[in-house]
């Protein structure tokens, strides 16, 4: 919020709500999970159900001849195997992003990279998750070792970025970052080559 | 998981994780925080924090001269205000997510629309909410009354789909859903209209 107008400000001010008692309900490995007690602009007491995490990184890694590489994960949430770009979470809070997103793409598919694009950030879930997460595009890619941590299975493969768009456009990949990192890489190449 | 190749079950029998036991630690308005046991494919037990979400749905309405149709919310979660499309939670776990598409878009904006396009689905938040958000393109618009909640405030504003795409791409909107439901339905058109 360090970058705001005046008149975003003010929209601030007339929004914002008031944290008056913040409850740890679990400290967890990868989250805490909190319940805040607020003032909202109205005057009123409301309860916020949130989940604090330290951020995390994907990175859509473009080979040479446009093929994107990525992966088959299980999630245990979804109790589904699904198709993702390389991500994973930092290993602090105060990391350098960019050195986190280099570390997972090596780890997960061996890959190094002497290009790093960033395409932005998001929060996946702002209604009730403060989980920022970078995303970058990764060209320049050299093959390596995988470094995989013991209980992590991931599949890797590659497809020609077109083909990967088409399949977010016919629902193939559920996962939001990952839909988000191929059309925003897409859209990145498209304005870099007009 | 209803759909799968003979290899995508091999696959999914391969990296699934079995559920052993599962704690709920918060039943919330909104989440229902949880910890499981669950036992990973090399036989080890693993800990799995997660957030259990009804669903929701999103929407990017667009006017017949091809604005889109977005709002300025407060997200306590990351005490921000930020630019959003038209979104809700569902109901009730079996509401039609066409249902809560339209009812959202007409509570929020005033607008109803006679023209609904699936644009897909997506998980926001794969590792650790089971939250599944239904994408939805609303064209043929008619303005009408809007219908908030008493704790609801927010502001509605148009622009040009191709000036939310730059947007998107110069990062002002931090928002997931967002960006994705702008450059879903930006590949959407390009489709429609080659």
């Known amino acids: 919020m360090c970058e705001m107008t005046e008149s975003e400000r003010r929209e601030y001010e007339s929004l914002r709500e008031i944290p008056l008692e913040s409850t740890l309900i679990r400290h967890g490995r990868i989250l805490d999970m909190r319940l805040d007690m607020v003032r909202v602009p109205n005057g009123n007491v409301a309860g916020r ?28 949430v979804i109790d589904s195997v699904i198709t993702e770009i390389p991500a994973g979470k930092l ?29 932005g950030d998001f929060f996946p879930a702002a209604a009730y998750s403060d989980e920022h997460i970078r995303l970058f595009l990764a060209r320049g890619l050299t093959p390596g070792e995988r ?35 191929i059309l925003k890489a897409a859209e990145y190449l498209r304005r870099e080559n007009t």
């Open 49 to 76: 159900e949130l989940v604090r995490h330290l951020g995390a990184v994907c990175v859509v890694p473009l080979t040479d001849d446009g093929q994107v590489i990525l992966e088959r994960q299980y999630r245990y």
């Open 147 to 181: 470094d995989l941590d013991a209980d992590e299975l991931i599949n890797v493969f590659t497809l020609p970025l077109e083909d990967a768009v088409a399949a977010v456009m016919r629902g193939e990949y559920p996962d939001a970052k990952t839909q988000m990192g």
């Open 91 to 119: 290993d602090a809070a105060d990391e350098e992003p960019l050195e986190a997103a280099k570390r997972e793409l090596r780890e997960e598919t061996g890959f190094h990279a002497a290009e790093w694009i960033s395409l």
